[in-house]
RNA sequence: UCUUCCUUAGCUCAGUUGGUUAGAGCAUCUGACUGUUAAUCAGAGGGUCCCCCGUUCAAGUCGGGGAGGGAGAGCCA
């Protein structure tokens, strides 16, 4: 008989039906009433066996066996379930050691235990909730440019380009790492390496992307990016998800009107097809809350959180007028701030949350950046000290989204090159853009799993992706 | 990388000024019960107190070093 998904039942009034279910057993209660989840939602199935059923069969039915179900679905007789399947008879496909398992459904195992057994915390209601929101905010994503007229276009893994200036990268090679080939002054000969020079893993599909907008108008790329930062924070990963659109004729406004849609699109899909999940990690995290001291505790819960970001227009500041507001600050006055503020400087962590989180309240779009701390491929305005440059920061995760309007103009693109000693001539096929038909265009990149940790509550970036990548940790 | 906190049973945690045989809840096992919903009831087993060195008659407890983890910060998405 063919396999009908738990969701599917669940879903449905119906009744007096055959069907076959199979998963995994998430409890047994009274030797009669199994608790079973297929990871299809949220819910599990109850499945009832007669008494008196075979016992050798009773005792391999314990926590996480896996199971496959011929029976009835009928009206519950018991509170607590509309329907359940009444079992006519059960196959055992995979025991489970209950002494070695290590979940129990009623242990409230920690996040961070979980992390050690990542490959077994999609099993859990929280693990679950998750990766069906991540695989949902993913489908939204391409839906999304899709229904625009977007092209996906795949942006290479391994690159060469080394002036991106994103960060730290890894190395890929395939030179033996005791005694690599080595130049007369003592570097290493990369020519004789694989791909014939020094190649890492991307940090940013950005650069390939604007090839494909001055020829496709609008395109995006999702994909993994790496980063090999030392960093140990809850919102980094040197593996992670990046989304970046790129469009032709697009100005910094354009950008910020398609990011700001782009992000209320995907709260507004998941909030619709994830209902379920959404709940159930908007109860653990108000149980989370309620941990914390009062103050310290948010004023809304994950729910009212995504329906407030969805009908609301994100605040769009200047970076001049956020410093203004930060300098007439009680917060500056009291000398709260652990870093000074002044025109010119970089917005901290603090002062970004305290823009986002005690003065606007709402996720807030900055632009206009100083040059100088900003990347050399981002439009120079007309004031010769700001470029066209946008953040987008929400609240509790910070910076979600980095972007700008590209410098189209080839004299201004190369002299700020210069100026920040990188490689015209490698780079030559960035600047043949600029060179044949140039034209103006913006774009932005936006780090997935800071969307997922925005969405779903979580608190630490490595519970929001499957197998996370951070310094001195690369397990399964 | 910096600051700070933590590491005791499978999990979550107590453990007093250093002092007999290191505890609890849950999980697990055994039995009872049987329309349960974190089932319930009775009983049992389960420990390299993260590792190393030191102080002491005596260390889970004090000191030094190391490892791992959390939370902040920097870097960024």
Avoid at 196 to 223: D, K, P
Wanted: hydrophobic fraction near 40%; proline fraction near 4%.
């Amino acid at each position: 008989m063919k396999r009908t998904k738990i969701k599917g039942i669940l879903k449905s009034d119906a009744t007096d039906y055959k069907v076959n279910v199979k998963g995994w057993v998430r409890s047994f209660r009274n030797n009669q009433f199994i608790a079973l989840n297929d990871g299809s939602c949220m819910g599990n199935i109850q499945v009832v066996i007669e008494l008196g059923a075979d016992e050798a069969l009773l005792k391999r039915i314990t926590t996480g066996a896996s199971i496959s179900v011929d029976g009835t679905v009928i009206a519950s007789l018991g509170k607590g379930q509309k329907v359940e399947v009444k079992a006519d008879s059960v196959t055992i496909l995979g025991d489970c050691d209950t002494e070695q398992y290590p979940l129990q459904l009623k242990n409230k195992p920690s996040l961070e235990y979980l992390r050690e057994i990542a490959h077994l915390r999609f099993r859990t209601n929280t693990f679950g909730a998750i990766f069906r929101v991540r695989h949902s905010l993913a489908y939204a994503v391409h839906k999304f440019y899709n229904d625009r007229g977007f092209v996906y276009l795949h942006t290479p893994i391994v690159t060469a380009s080394d002036a991106e200036g994103a960060g730290e990268m890894f190395r890929v090679s395939t030179l033996p790492f005791d005694n690599p080939p080595r130049n007369e002054d003592g570097t290493i000969d990369f020519k004789e390496d694989f791909f014939g020079r020094c190649t890492n893993l991307t940090v940013s599909g950005q650069l390939e992307a604007e090839l494909g907008a001055m020829a496709f108008s609008e395109v995006y790329t999702f994909g993994p990016t790496f980063r090999a930062e030392n960093s140990n924070t809850a919102r980094h990963l040197a593996e992670f998800w990046m989304i970046e659109p790129e469009v032709a004729f697009n100005d910094i406004h354009d950008n910020m009107d398609l990011a700001e849609d782009f992000i209320r699109y995907l709260i507004a899909y998941v909030m619709e097809h994830n209902k379920e999940d959404l709940e159930f990690l908007a109860q653990r995290l108000a149980d989370e809350e309620k941990q914390k001291p009062m103050n310290e505790r948010s004023e809304l819960g994950l729910v009212e959180k995504l329906e407030f970001v969805v009908n609301n227009k994100f605040e769009r500041i200047t970076y001049t007028e956020a410093i203004d507001i930060l300098l007439n600050s009680a917060h500056y006055k009291k000398k709260k701030f652990q870093y000074d503020v002044s025109w010119g400087i970089d917005l901290q962590s603090e002062h970004e949350r305290y823009l986002v989180e005690k003065h606007f309240k709402k996720p807030v779009i900055v632009t206009g950046y100083p040059k100088d701390i900003k990347a050399f491929y981002m439009r120079q305005n007309d004031d010769g000290k700001t470029v066209a440059a946008m953040d987008i920061l929400a609240p509790g995760i910070g910076e979600i989204v980095g972007g700008s309007q590209r410098d189209e103009r080839l004299d201004k693109l190369t002299q700020r090159m210069n100026e920040m000693h990188i490689p015209t001539d490698e780079m030559y096929w960035y600047l043949d853009t600029r060179r044949f038909g140039t034209v103006p265009h913006a774009g932005f990149g936006l780090g997935f799993e800071r969307m997922v940790l925005f969405v779903t509550g979580m608190g630490n970036i490595r519970d929001v992706i499957p197998f996370p990548r951070t310094p001195k940790n690369a397990e399964f």
